[in-house]
């Protein structure tokens, strides 16, 4: 029998008669002929889809690029005079760093006739112990990425890096000692970057800082200050966790630190290091860590608090704050919000109960971002209840201040608070909430600059645009969340002159024209220069030292929680919609990587696309087509779906 096979879900839908030009795309698979014997393209190439991305991708990445290692400058040589240290075609390896939000992998880079083709895990590095995830080994190819920002722009026309220093030269220049004048940063964890803001509001006093990226966590901290934390992290040491409890926190997938996480995690897993550990997942869609968890509980994403609060009722010690305590017993009784307190969720909250009260100290209960920051305000409490502070969960404080965020940027800008704003490293434009309306407040501004890694939707905005330098390309630093700051160097000469960091243009702005590597040394005492050799070596200027006490103070968090009005009951006419970041793209920066968008999605095995998912039972309840696969050559129409969500609609093909 014959089984029709489909490459892609248009070619599912609309079928060979609506695409006539089908055969010429893809090869045709007939399961009764050899792979050898499938008919070619048209073209009489005989190179298929995939051969033609890996050819077409060998040749971005070579073509045109050039490299240096940084050596002193030197007059060029005769090719029989090379350097003796040199040898043609032999890899050469450094160490440097990359921060994804405020999680920080230290990284073992190959580099070869000055250009870097291959990345590892620093097996030096706490937090990444010889490993990476997926984005740190595509980071080299989005480093060739021929769309990069190449040029200076001003107002859409081609400039030069002179106009464009002359320009933010004046700029500092109108705006001092006045207001009018906002910056907004993304969350990278730079010490060094933190202080050259540090030294522009010195400079600059009325001068406004905001924090804009959706990878960071922002909840997270948030829930840290309500428990009396204000300015720390957390960082969960999994190698010693007997049980681990996770609410809708993907740390096995991408949430988090989870190359560390992972590492721990899988260390306690295997049966020949003794027993295993246990874990058991909450959340309201399946995730890589629903998939690994031993117990798994599906619930909408505005019920999870809730099921803490039972959680923490279970745990909590006789003297527990009463303030805390007082919103977490007996919620069996209360029938929070509608969520039918079923004799099956009783038993799990029971069982969860009786497996932390026997792991005091040897487990970990951890929230996803995607929560409220009570409820990660919550689970520093159970933590603190089960004595796992100092021993498999720690708190690290930072030397960064709290920044307000997109939400105050678009009121402040409304307001007519501010005249000009600098965008460094982020673009609100694209990923910022769809009804704070940016890209209509920012006509408004006298005067917008943008410096990011494309030419994107907040550069089409901005008066003055700005091409970033990648990571492989730049001096920085990185605190990680367990305090060990590592060092950023770059493997590359930027690809393009005009290219620069966020720390060179605030240098330019404070009037400070010495090399980038000097503010990382300044910023880091490194004043000798065995020590500064050293750090680059190494990768590690140095390694943290994890508190093992924290000072809590519970009754901003007993508000909190108190003031929250709990979950509706779920249901056709009460949908919740949960916005994820995407396991390739994340929040879209990788968006232009080939490579990344051909990895297929863990759980849903999905290339290229950006999905809306919804269960069988709520498409059947609300009349949505749910044919699936078809047997048989059938045409198979798509049903038009509409999504609205605080007055914002989308329209997708199910």
């Not at 005067?447 to 330098?469: F, I, Q, S």
């Amino acid at each position: 029998m014959s089984t029709r096979q489909w490459r892609s879900i248009r070619d599912l839908r609309e079928g060979e008669k609506a695409r006539p030009e089908h055969h010429r795309e893809f090869t045709v698979a007939d399961p009764g002929k050899p792979w050898a014997e499938l008919e070619q393209p048209e073209s009489g190439s005989g190179v298929g889809r995939r051969d033609f991305m890996t050819l077409m991708g060998a040749s971005v990445a070579l073509a045109g690029t050039t490299g240096c290692l940084r050596k002193e400058v030197q007059h060029i040589l005769p090719y029989t005079d090379r350097p003796e240290d040199l040898i043609p075609g032999e890899p050469r390896f450094y160490r440097t760093a990359m921060a994804i939000g405020e999680n920080v992998v230290g990284l073992h880079v190959a580099s070869v006739d000055g250009r870097p083709i291959k990345i590892e895990g620093s097996p030096d590095h706490p937090l990444s112990r010889g490993r990476t995830n997926r984005w740190n080994q595509a980071s080299v190819i989005h480093l060739y990425d021929p769309d990069r920002s190449q040029k200076i722009l001003h107002k859409g026309e081609e400039s030069t890096p002179e106009k464009f220093a002359e320009a933010m030269a004046t700029l500092m220049r109108e705006y001092q000692g006045g207001g009018g004048l906002g910056v907004v940063v993304d969350g990278t964890p730079s010490p060094t970057l933190w202080r050259l803001l540090s030294d522009l509001q010195a400079q600059q006093p009325k001068v406004a800082v905001y924090r804009h990226d959706l990878c960071w966590n922002r909840a997270q901290a948030e829930g840290l200050e309500l428990a009396g934390l204000a300015g720390h992290t957390v960082f969960h040491q999994l190698d010693d966790a007997d049980v681990v409890v996770s609410l809708d926190a993907d740390f096995l997938g991408g949430d988090g630190d989870t190359v560390v996480m992972s590492n721990g995690f899988s260390k306690r897993r295997h049966p020949k290091n003794g027993t295993l550990n246990r874990l058991y997942v909450a959340e309201p869609g399946f995730s890589v860590t629903g998939a690994m968890a031993d117990h798994r509980l599906r619930l909408p994403a505005s019920h999870l608090g809730e099921f803490l609060r039972g959680l923490a009722g279970v745990v909590a010690a006789a003297d527990a704050p009463a303030a805390v305590k007082a919103q977490v017993v007996d919620r069996k009784n209360t029938e929070p919000g509608g969520l039918a307190w079923s004799e099956r969720f009783e038993k799990f909250v029971a069982a969860i109960g009786k497996d932390l009260a026997g792991a005091r100290g040897r487990s970990a209960v951890i929230v996803g971002a995607g929560q409220p920051a009570w409820v990660h305000g919550l689970a520093a409490f159970v933590n603190e209840q089960l004595g796992n502070v100092g021993k498999t969960v720690f708190y690290t404080p930072l030397s960064r201040p709290a920044l307000p965020g997109i939400e105050t940027l678009a009121a402040d800008i409304g307001a007519g608070k501010l005249s000009a704003v600098l965008f460094l490293g982020t673009s609100p434009v694209y990923d910022a909430p769809a009804d704070l309306d940016l890209a209509t407040k920012l006509k408004a501004l006298k005067t917008v600059v943008h410096l990011g890694y494309y030419a994107d939707e907040t550069a089409a905005l901005a008066t003055w645009h700005a091409p970033a330098a990648h990571h492989l390309e730049s001096w920085g630093d990185l605190a990680s969340s367990d305090g060990t700051i590592a060092m950023q160097q770059p493997l590359i000469a930027p690809l393009y002159d005009a290219a620069q960091s966020v720390i060179e243009l605030l240098s330019r702005l404070l009037a400070d024209a010495s090399a980038m590597h000097s503010a990382v040394r300044k910023t880091n005492g490194l004043e000798s220069d065995w020590a500064w050799r050293r750090a680059v070596h190494d990768g590690i200027v140095k390694k943290g030292e994890l508190a093992v006490t924290a000072a809590f103070a519970w009754n901003a968090l007993a508000t909190a929680m108190n003031q929250d009005k709990g979950p509706t009951k779920p249901g056709p006419g009460a949908l919740e919609v949960v916005f994820q970041l995407d396991q390739s793209v994340l929040d879209g920066r990788y968006a232009n990587t080939g490579w990344l968008q051909e990895l297929p999605d863990p759980i849903t095995k999905i290339t290229w696309d950006n999905c809306a998912f919804i269960s069988p039972a709520t498409a059947k309840a609300l009349g949505v087509d749910d044919s699936g696969v078809p047997e048989s050559d059938i045409e198979v129409k798509g049903q038009l779906v509409e999504l609205a969500v605080g007055g914002q609609k989308i329209e997708i093909v199910t």
